[in-house]
């Protein structure tokens, strides 16, 4: 019997790999014939790269780079020497997380651009990209400027960064981009659906939590449209109305527009990633879970995206959690077959997330799981 076993981070407490081996503990001990296969699992979003890199055996690169008001910020990344992958996330540069300052005016992506740099330095020519939890809205002007385009105004000056930025630009002088960029693929993962203009744009829907006002949310919108008309003559191509263009303040736009990157929804491309599909075609029993399973879970969160796949090719799945909420139950009707809380006992909070208590659960409930299924099938 084949077991595949994906598994997100229970966060604060155990790693997505340290949880998918006390889970693949837990199935040897009831059945210690089976063939277990652990894969790192993550959503494209915080945690990403260190799943990765735990996972698929990488390194973990350490840089400063440019943060979101210009202060330098200790950054790092992923990267999966045999494959020339870079793994990255643009919240480690520009994040919302890094300031307190909430300036969208001022906020940049240029680091970003420095860490794929970096990275091309090191002979990556293969990119994921996670750009959730920015704390920018400048259409991607920033990381842009610092692969080598020039956006400037009509005196061809250069407009600067930011939000501020966008207004401004009359011209974009695209020579300059890193020679590199035109033999690499970059995935980036994203889970919106914005477009980068309008009610429904980057600025209106995500500005107001990076400090947004509403008296600032007409004229930025209509910065960036300026900036969207700009793009659309120099590239000849208007990517504005892309799905996901308005991801992380606009710069799924320039990734799309600039980069020929892919835009891929997070948990899609770290299953393509790890190569979790290909198990998943002999298995015959899929594990998965996270810290906890409710109403987010069911609605399209990293589980249920391995419950789907697993679907594709008639695996029975079984989920476990931390915790559980009554309305985990949608989880069943999304593809997890049964779900498991995996605390055994009355607990603390701090004693549940302790890293040994919570390995030991995990590896404890799931045995009983698995002794459960191979009675079954004696």
């Not at 793994?87 to 860490?115: F, H, L, N």
């Not at 997070?266 to 002999?282: F, P, Q, R, S, Y």
């Not at 890293?355 to 045995?367: G, I, K, L, Q, Y």
Request: proline share 3%.
């Amino acid at each position: 019997m084949k077991v595949v076993i994906a598994i997100d981070s229970f966060k604060g407490s155990m790693s997505s790999m340290e949880a998918g081996n006390a889970a693949k503990e837990g199935v040897l001990r009831a059945m210690p014939q089976a063939e277990v296969v652990v894969k790192p699992l993550a959503d494209g979003g915080e945690g990403t790269t260190d799943a990765l890199i735990e996972g698929m055996g990488g390194e973990r690169v350490d840089i400063r780079v440019k943060g979101p008001y210009g202060e330098p910020v200790d950054a790092h990344y992923g990267y999966i020497r045999e494959k020339g992958l870079a793994v990255m996330e643009m919240a480690q540069a520009s994040g919302i997380t890094i300031s307190e300052r909430k300036d969208p005016m001022a906020a940049t992506t240029y680091g970003v651009g420095e860490m794929i740099l970096h990275a091309l330095d090191l002979g990556c020519r293969s990119f994921i990209i996670g750009i959730g939890g920015s704390a920018t809205n400048d259409g991607g002007v920033g990381m842009l400027k610092a692969l080598g385009c020039g956006f400037l105004d009509k005196e061809g000056n250069d407009c600067g960064e930011g939000g501020a930025a966008l207004s401004r630009i009359s011209s974009i002088d695209i020579d300059g981009l890193d020679k590199r960029i035109a033999e690499a693929d970059i995935r980036v993962a994203c889970d919106v659906e914005n477009p980068l203009c309008g009610t429904n744009g980057a600025t209106y829907i995500y500005g107001p939590q990076k400090g947004v006002t509403e008296d600032m949310k007409k004229p930025l919108d209509e910065a960036m449209s300026n900036y969207a008309d700009v793009c659309a003559e120099k590239l000849g191509k208007d990517m504005r109305d892309v799905s996901g263009a308005g991801a992380a303040g606009g710069l799924g736009f320039a990734f799309i527009s600039f980069l020929g990157s892919k835009l891929v929804p997070g948990i899609e491309l770290i299953m393509e990633a790890t190569g979790l599909e290909t198990e998943m075609k002999d298995g015959e029993i899929a594990i998965t879970g996270e810290g906890r399973l409710d109403l987010q879970t069911a609605m399209g969160k990293a589980p249920v995206g391995v419950a789907k796949l697993a679907k594709k090719y008639g695996l029975m799945t079984m989920a476990f959690a931390g915790s559980v909420t009554k309305e985990a139950v949608k989880c069943n009707e999304a593809g997890i077959d049964a779900f498991f809380p995996i605390v055994r006992g009355i607990s603390t909070l701090s004693e549940a997330m302790d890293n040994a208590n919570a390995r030991a659960n995990m590896a404890d409930t799931v045995e009983q799981a698995a002794r459960l299924i191979a009675a079954a099938i004696d």
